[in-house]
């Protein structure tokens, strides 16, 4: 390989024409290209986040359902001393889910965020 030196590149005749687009041009129009971008990319990562968090809450949600319905199988053996036991949980997790909904919600006003909206393309006119 030998390692010549190239002469440098000269732009091509038809760069000062009309209608061809310069470097000053192509920037501005990478610019726009990219904050549309990026405004769409932190939409769809913040969706992402938001569904993959639904996804694990509900694993987890789960998990514990089945962990302590099993643990009430053991301390209660009596059909209907465990069915009222039962009931006291899901009482129990229904007001900590709305407390913890009610104080995200607080937050969310405190941030100034805006909701997710899902609309369909195309909707049809009636």
């Given at each position: 390989?030998?390692?010549?030196?190239e002469p440098p590149r000269q732009p091509p005749p038809e760069a000062g024409r009309e209608g061809i687009p310069l470097v000053g041009q192509v920037v501005e129009k990478t610019t726009v290209v990219v904050q549309k971008?990026?405004?769409?990319?932190?939409?769809?990562?913040?969706?992402?986040?938001?569904?993959?968090?639904?996804?694990?809450?509900?694993?987890?949600?789960?998990?514990?359902?089945?962990?302590?319905?099993?643990?009430?199988?053991?301390?209660?053996?009596?059909?209907?001393?465990?069915?009222?036991?039962?009931?006291?949980?899901?009482?129990?997790?229904?007001?900590?889910?709305?407390?913890?909904?009610?104080?995200?919600?607080?937050?969310?006003?405190?941030?100034?965020?805006?909701?997710?909206?899902?609309?369909?393309?195309?909707?049809?006119?009636?």
């Open positions: 390989m030998s390692q010549e030196s971008t990026t405004r769409f990319s932190k939409e769809f990562v913040a969706t992402m986040i938001s569904l993959v968090s639904v996804a694990f809450g509900v694993v987890a949600a789960l998990a514990w359902n089945s962990a302590i319905t099993a643990w009430f199988d053991d301390i209660f053996p009596d059909k209907s001393r465990k069915i009222s036991a039962l009931f006291v949980y899901a009482v129990i997790v229904t007001l900590i889910g709305v407390t913890v909904i009610v104080v995200l919600g607080r937050l969310a006003a405190r941030i100034n965020a805006e909701p997710v909206e899902f609309k369909y393309p195309g909707t049809p006119k009636t």
